[in-house]
């Protein structure tokens, strides 16, 4: 099954911290942010934070649950979330 991830793992991974795992880390890949992810995010409301926006609009078009710690983002009933 494939994920979206929350900013906090891809810097994880950019900077080859131990607190994500070997296999998480050869598993990922990046998703350009383009013109169908701005759409979804221009739809989108109730999330004030640009990054947050940015995460669920591409979470929505993907339709893919995201990894993730952030409240808002769990509490965004538009798409699931894990952990």
Request: charged content about 20%.
């Amino acid at each position: 099954m494939n994920f979206l991830t929350d900013t906090h793992a891809l810097l994880w991974w950019f900077t080859d911290n131990p607190r994500i795992s070997h296999t998480a880390s050869e598993n990922f890949i990046l998703i350009p942010l383009d013109y169908p992810v701005l759409r979804k995010m221009v739809e989108l409301t109730g999330i004030p934070e640009l990054h947050d926006k940015i995460i669920a609009s591409t979470a929505k078009y993907l339709n893919l649950p995201v990894i993730t710690k952030d409240k808002t983002l769990h509490n965004f009933s538009s798409i699931k979330t894990v952990w």
